[in-house]
C-alpha cells in the first residue's frame, strides 16, 4: 500500500464528483473475483462505511433501489475502512475539528441532514469499531444489520453520537432487534477477522474511494456505479445486467413508505415519493401536527419517525 497521502483524504468527500476517495492502493485485478451463487439475478457489492457522508447521501437511491427492483437485485454490503485513525495529514485534514465544515457543507449539497459538530463535541478517533460492529451484526441477521448500519448512521450523522462507543452501538442494536450480548462476542472475535477479510476484498476489487458500487451478475458482466449519483444511474446498471428486470410498482402513500422505512428524511421521502421537494416537508411536518409522526431537527435538516 502506498504511503503518499498528501493529496488525498477520505474523509474529505468531493460533492461535484459523489466520492470520498482513499489514498492510492496496491490494485488487484476485479477479473480474480468470481460471481458467488445467488439466487437473484444481479448482486451489488456495496462498498461503504458508517461515517462516509457521500453514502449517506445515496440512502434516497438506494432505498429507492431496493423498492424498485428488490425482486431482481441483492446488495451485499462491505465495509471498506475509511478511517483507520488520524496518523495522517492530507487534503486540509489532520484532526477530528478539520472535518466539522467539511460535513455541513456535504450537507447542504445532498440535501441530506449531516451535524458536523460531532466533530467538535465527541470526535471519533477512527471509523474501524462500527465497521467491526456492522459485520457482528451481520453474524447474526443481514436485515438486523442493515437496520443496524441505519441507526448507527443516524446517531453520528444527525445526534452527534460517537459511534465508536460501546453505550451507542448497544442501543442501537437494540433498536434493530439484534442480540447485544452476542454482538459483543462477536465484535471482540469473527467480526474483527471478517472485517479485515472486507478489506482485502476492497485491495481486490481496486476500491478507491466510497461509494463503490459493483452490479455484478452470474454470466460475468459487471456495471460499476463509483460516488453519488441521480438514481438513473443505479436503476440503468441492473437493466444493462437483466433487461428482463421488472420494476415493482409499490404504494407511495406515507404510511406504506414509513412501513418500509421507519425513517424518512425529506429527501428520501421525496424520491420514493414522487412528491416535490418543495412540497414534502409541509406534508411531513402536517404528520407530525396530527400525531402520525416524530420529527427530529438538526441544524442541517429533520428526520421522520413513526410515533412510537
Not at 475509511?82 to 484532526?95: A, R
Not at 454482538?183 to 472485517?195: H, M, N, S, T, V
Given at each position: 500500500?502506498?504511503?503518499?497521502?498528501?493529496?488525498?483524504?477520505?474523509?474529505?468527500?468531493?460533492?461535484?464528483?459523489?466520492?470520498?476517495?482513499?489514498?492510492?492502493?496496491?490494485?488487484?485485478?476485479?477479473?480474480?473475483?468470481?460471481?458467488?451463487?445467488?439466487?437473484?439475478?444481479?448482486?451489488?457489492?456495496?462498498?461503504?462505511?458508517?461515517?462516509?457522508s457521500t453514502c449517506w447521501g445515496i440512502e434516497p437511491?438506494?432505498?429507492?433501489?431496493?423498492?424498485?427492483?428488490?425482486?431482481?437485485?441483492?446488495?451485499?454490503?462491505?465495509?471498506?475502512?475509511?478511517?483507520?485513525?488520524?496518523?495522517?495529514?492530507?487534503?486540509?485534514?489532520?484532526?477530528?475539528?478539520?472535518?466539522?465544515?467539511?460535513?455541513?457543507?456535504?450537507?447542504?449539497?445532498?440535501?441530506?441532514?449531516?451535524?458536523?459538530?460531532?466533530?467538535?463535541?465527541?470526535?471519533?478517533?477512527?471509523?474501524?469499531?462500527?465497521?467491526?460492529?456492522?459485520?457482528?451484526?451481520?453474524?447474526?441477521?443481514?436485515?438486523?444489520?442493515?437496520?443496524?448500519?441505519?441507526?448507527?448512521?443516524?446517531?453520528?450523522?444527525?445526534?452527534?453520537?460517537?459511534?465508536?462507543?460501546?453505550?451507542?452501538?448497544?442501543?442501537?442494536?437494540?433498536?434493530?432487534?439484534?442480540?447485544?450480548?452476542?454482538?459483543?462476542?462477536?465484535?471482540?472475535?469473527?467480526?474483527?477477522?471478517?472485517?479485515e477479510e472486507d478489506l482485502k476484498l476492497a485491495r481486490?476489487?481496486?476500491?478507491?474511494?466510497?461509494?463503490?458500487?459493483?452490479?455484478?451478475?452470474?454470466?460475468?458482466?459487471?456495471?460499476?456505479?463509483?460516488?453519488?449519483?441521480?438514481?438513473?444511474?443505479?436503476?440503468?446498471?441492473?437493466?444493462?445486467?437483466?433487461?428482463?428486470?421488472?420494476?415493482?410498482?409499490?404504494?407511495?402513500?406515507?404510511?406504506?413508505?414509513?412501513?418500509?422505512?421507519?425513517?424518512?428524511?425529506?429527501?428520501?421521502?421525496?424520491?420514493?415519493?414522487?412528491?416535490?421537494?418543495?412540497?414534502?416537508?409541509?406534508?411531513?411536518?402536517?404528520?407530525?401536527?396530527?400525531?402520525?409522526?416524530?420529527?427530529?431537527?438538526?441544524?442541517?435538516?429533520?428526520?421522520?419517525?413513526l410515533r412510537a
Amino acid at each position: 500500500m502506498s504511503n503518499d497521502t498528501t493529496k488525498i483524504n477520505p474523509l474529505l468527500c468531493n460533492p461535484e464528483t459523489g466520492i470520498c476517495e482513499m489514498p492510492d492502493l496496491d490494485n488487484e485485478k476485479l477479473t480474480s473475483i468470481e460471481f458467488q451463487s445467488n439466487t437473484k439475478p444481479v448482486k451489488v457489492v456495496y462498498f461503504t462505511d458508517p461515517i462516509c457522508s457521500t453514502c449517506w447521501g445515496i440512502e434516497p437511491q438506494l432505498r429507492k433501489l431496493k423498492l424498485e427492483y428488490g425482486n431482481s437485485v441483492e446488495i451485499e454490503y462491505r465495509m471498506g475502512g475509511l478511517l483507520p485513525d488520524w496518523s495522517y495529514n492530507s487534503g486540509g485534514i489532520s484532526k477530528p475539528s478539520d472535518v466539522a465544515h467539511h460535513w455541513d457543507e456535504v450537507s447542504a449539497y445532498y440535501d441530506m441532514p449531516i451535524d458536523g459538530d460531532v466533530w467538535l463535541e465527541d470526535p471519533l478517533d477512527s471509523s474501524y469499531p462500527p465497521s467491526i460492529a456492522f459485520k457482528a451484526a451481520q453474524l447474526q441477521d443481514n436485515k438486523k444489520a442493515i437496520l443496524f448500519l441505519r441507526a448507527i448512521r443516524e446517531m453520528v450523522f444527525m445526534e452527534k453520537k460517537n459511534i465508536t462507543k460501546w453505550e451507542h452501538l448497544e442501543l442501537a442494536a437494540t433498536k434493530s432487534g439484534l442480540d447485544t450480548v452476542q454482538l459483543r462476542l462477536a465484535i471482540e472475535g469473527q467480526a474483527k477477522k471478517d472485517f479485515e477479510e472486507d478489506l482485502k476484498l476492497a485491495r481486490a476489487y481496486g476500491v478507491r474511494g466510497f461509494p463503490s458500487l459493483f452490479f455484478e451478475s452470474g454470466h460475468g458482466a459487471k456495471e460499476f456505479v463509483y460516488g453519488a449519483k441521480p438514481y438513473a444511474y443505479y436503476e440503468l446498471a441492473v437493466l444493462k445486467l437483466f433487461p428482463n428486470a421488472e420494476k415493482t410498482v409499490y404504494s407511495k402513500n406515507w404510511e406504506t413508505l414509513f412501513g418500509k422505512y421507519t425513517s424518512l428524511t425529506a429527501k428520501e421521502f421525496t424520491e420514493l415519493s414522487g412528491t416535490p421537494r418543495s412540497e414534502s416537508e409541509q406534508l411531513l411536518n402536517n404528520l407530525v401536527i396530527a400525531g402520525s409522526l416524530e420529527k427530529l431537527t438538526t441544524k442541517n435538516g429533520s428526520i421522520w419517525k413513526l410515533r412510537a
